[in-house]
């Protein structure tokens, strides 16, 4: 099944438009609470995550997240919380 293309308001007037993003998940890591045990990026098959020089998680590419929730329920710390995408992004 074929998608409506999306059309600019402007009509495409303007060149440097791009159709906005849709982010449906976020994911964050409390820095205190993670013990750096590794299990979310194992977890993770959207590489959301990866390890910091003092060997914690963190995220490094929030938006990828599906929101599957496997590395909330891996994390025994609870320091994996994952909320609702932000807004539709802007027109660059
Ligand atoms: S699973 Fe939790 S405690 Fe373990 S590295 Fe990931 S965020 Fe840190
Ligand atoms: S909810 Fe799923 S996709 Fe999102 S960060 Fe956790 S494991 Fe990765």
Known sequence: MS???????????????????VVMFRARIKSLLCIGCGECLAVCKQGVFRKTAEGKAEVSNGDRCKGCLDCFAVCRTRAIHILPGKSISRMR
Not at 3 to 21: C, K, T
């Open 3 to 21: 998608h409506p293309r999306w059309v600019p308001p402007n009509g495409g007037a303007q060149r440097n438009l791009q159709p906005p993003r």
